[in-house]
């Protein structure tokens, strides 16, 4: 139409050997190039994982510090292997997909190049979008299991505890996350009670635990597309009494935070 392509050959014409070898040898090389850094990406996140996983089941507080900078660094190589690809395909094939436009040739064959190349580099971006979404899982804290331990710990614990003084044992009668101090009840001696690792991490997941637990009220709010604005009260009540049941001792400094919440989200409506 209009002549844009009078003087390239009709589609359905033969290529000429010499051009078709060309286009067969670009898209095999820029396939087994693709091909080969998925391979990259997969043997380097293949042995990440199990040690992101590691590292975020430890109670180890160095651990924990360092698994950002680890995330951090695998991500960083896959960009550069994204980045290479990236640049590969903007020197060798764009570049090329342009000779064979200016070459006489059916205006099909140039397309059918670029959408075959264009479909493998789409799948390749693919590849390394679900292994970053593996990697981002294995940093995930399962909420659930951690508390299960802690609970598990304490109740090992509970009856271990003895007082410095007189020997006599000092039950535990909740889960203690900060050092406190525990009176003897035979000698009325102040005792120091230091946590372990594993029960210090209650305070720092008991929120998000609490979320979890109660996300399917959010989401029902959310489904709602927020026409409902009981459904976020119910959600906001029953996450901070979960959050309440998991660490009491925080239940009052809890209160006021959620009625700090429960006043901004009044507010909005």
């Known amino acids: 139409m209009f002549g844009l392509f009078s003087n390239k050959k009709e589609a359905g014409e033969p290529v000429a050997p010499e051009w078709a070898q060309q286009i067969r040898e670009t898209q095999n090389r820029w396939f ?130 003895r007082c410095q003084q007189c020997g006599a044992p000092i039950s535990l009668e909740k889960i203690y996350f900060t050092t406190s101090y525990l009176q003897c009840p035979a000698c009325r001696t102040q005792n120091t009670y230091e946590p372990s690792t594993l029960a210090k991490s209650l305070n720092w997941i008991a929120r998000d635990l609490a979320e979890e637990r109660t996300a399917h009220l959010l989401d029902a709010y959310h489904k709602d597309a927020g026409q409902n604005p009981d459904l976020y009260r119910h959600y906001l009540r029953s996450m901070f009494d979960e959050w309440n049941r998991i660490v009491p001792d925080m239940a009052a400094s809890n209160e006021k935070f959620y009625q700090r919440q429960l006043d901004d989200f009044n507010r909005s409506v």
């Open 32 to 161: 087994s190039f693709l091909q080969k850094l998925e391979e990259r990406v997969a043997a380097l996140c293949q042995a990440a994982i199990p040690e992101l996983k590691a590292m975020r089941n430890s109670t180890d507080a160095v651990y924990e510090a360092n698994i950002g900078q680890v995330w951090s660094g695998i991500r960083g190589q896959i960009n550069q292997v994204q980045e290479k690809a990236r640049q590969t395909e903007e020197q060798k094939i764009r570049p090329f997909y342009r000779q064979l436009e200016h070459a006489g040739l059916s205006y099909t064959v140039a397309l059918q190049f670029m959408e075959a190349c264009s479909e493998r580099y789409r799948r390749f971006e693919d590849c390394c979008y679900s292994w970053q979404e593996q990697l981002e899982a294995a940093t995930k804290q399962d909420h659930e299991a951690l508390y299960q331990k802690i609970l598990a710990e304490h109740e090992q614990l509970k009856n271990q505890f």
